[in-house]
């Protein structure tokens, strides 16, 4: 291997970010269109969505452009084989989600009627949840583990929430709500639950290389941001958004 991939450094990942960056968009107009269409008052989740698709529009702009990461001392291994001490390390994606799983998740509980002080709790512990894994990345040493261990209570706090509390609000307004609100937090979830294993295998214990991390995370977040979005636009679009006060 040349000298950039014996330090984890990719230089050939660029068409597949251009490509996630153009799916990101893409998306990201079509949302902003269709929310002109709904009457004011009912546009929120819409909204939501394109804040959500323009932050990862502009982070996918970045990476492809080879912009966003720094280099983090790590034991890096490639097929097995230690031949590095350097890792190439995302931060910018963890600037993108700090914006975007919160907004991810108000787009998912302002729907649900869970109580405000309720979404103010999960909102921090999303933020808990990010930025440990954003100092943990950037942490050279073992101790990258233990910010790994708090995120994850984090991320099992989240689930909680969603499959608790706020499913038993979204059941208060009426059926209807809570088939949407189900459904929607199920894919969530799902999806989310991912996301710390390619940290795992990526920023953590350096297994794969950063050009395999952008694969895995860029069909994570294709999934996550635009096609969860879609969804849940189009589940919500069969319910009366007035029985929400928004
Ligand atoms: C980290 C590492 C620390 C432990 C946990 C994590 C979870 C991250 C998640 C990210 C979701 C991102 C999304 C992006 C949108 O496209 C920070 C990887 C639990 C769940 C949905």
């Known amino acids: 291997p040349d000298n950039q991939s014996q330090l984890g450094i990719t230089t050939h990942g660029s068409d597949w970010l251009w490509a996630v960056f153009a799916v990101m968009l893409l998306t990201d107009l079509v949302v902003i269109g269709w929310h002109f269409t709904i009457p004011r008052g009912?546009?929120?989740?819409?909204?939501?969505?394109?804040?959500?698709?323009?932050?990862?529009?502009?982070?996918?702009?970045s990476m492809a452009s080879n912009l966003g990461s720094t280099p983090i001392a790590t034991e890096f291994a490639y097929l097995g084989y230690p031949i590095g001490t350097l890792r190439?390390?995302?931060?910018?994606?963890?600037?993108?989600?700090v914006i975007t799983t919160p907004a991810l998740l108000l787009e998912l509980t302002l729907a649900s009627g869970l109580p405000l002080s309720d979404i103010i709790t999960l909102v921090f512990f999303d933020l808990v949840m990010i930025i440990t894994g954003l100092v943990g990345a950037l942490v050279a040493s073992s101790y990258k583990w233990g910010y790994y261990v708090f995120g994850n209570l984090a991320l099992f706090y989240i689930l909680w929430v969603l499959f608790g509390p706020a499913r038993?609000?979204?059941?208060?307004?009426g059926p209807a709500y809570k088939r949407?609100?189900?459904?929607?937090?199920?894919?969530?979830?799902?999806?989310?639950?991912?996301?710390?294993?390619?940290?795992?295998?990526a920023d953590g214990a350096s297994v794969?290389?950063?050009?395999?991390?952008?694969?895995?995370?860029?069909?994570?977040?294709?999934?996550?941001?635009?096609?969860?979005?879609?969804y849940h636009l189009f589940s919500l679009s069969k319910l009366d958004l007035t029985a929400l006060r928004l």
């Open 88 to 97: 190439q390390i995302w931060y910018v994606r963890y600037i993108d989600w």
């Open 208 to 230: 794969i290389h950063p050009d395999s991390e952008m694969i895995f995370y860029g069909v994570l977040d294709v999934l996550a941001k635009p096609v969860f979005i879609i």
């Open 168 to 173: 038993t609000s979204a059941g208060a307004i």
């Open 180 to 201: 949407s609100f189900t459904s929607s937090a199920a894919v969530l979830s799902f999806l989310w639950f991912l996301y710390p294993i390619a940290w795992g295998i």
């Open 42 to 61: 009912q546009r929120l989740f819409h909204q939501l969505g394109a804040i959500i698709l323009t932050t990862a529009t502009i982070a996918y702009f």
